[in-house]
């Protein structure tokens, strides 16, 4: 059994920072494709960034390029998500999940976390 847990979310102004991570339990972590993806109230869970199972690729939606950097850490076996620059259309709660394939489709990941709410004010 895989589990995920998101942590690191909370209330900032419009301009700052925030770094989201997820925890996870898995045997083999690096057996994983890592993803974060976000649900703003009233919308459909989009894609935010996903990285292969080394980190030797990462891949963001476009409204996040330049922003945000994933990162993943295998010996601790934890998914990092460095968000600047935050906006109040960030506003979402975030998600962190695991899969198999390199992929912005949410039905392709089989493991998801909780997730972990981002208010950005403006």
């Known amino acids: 059994q895989v589990q995920l847990v998101e942590s690191g979310g909370g209330l900032v102004q419009a301009g700052g920072s925030l770094r989201l991570s997820c925890a996870v339990s898995?045997?083999?972590?690096?057996?994983?494709?890592m993803g974060w993806f976000r649900q703003a109230p009233g919308k459909e869970r989009e894609f935010v960034s996903t990285?292969?199972?080394?980190?030797?690729?990462?891949y963001y939606a476009d409204s996040v390029k330049g922003r945000f950097t994933i990162s993943r850490d295998n010996a601790k076996k934890i998914l990092s998500l460095q968000m600047n620059t935050l906006q109040p259309e960030d506003t979402a709660v975030y998600y962190c999940?695991?899969?198999?394939?390199?992929?912005?489709?949410?039905?392709?990941?089989?493991?998801w976390g909780q997730g972990t709410q981002v208010t950005v004010s403006s």
């Open positions: 990285i292969s199972k080394s980190g030797g690729s990462t």
């Open positions: 999940a695991a899969g198999n394939l390199v992929t912005n489709k949410p039905p392709a990941y089989d493991y």
């Open positions: 898995a045997r083999t972590f690096s057996s994983y494709v």
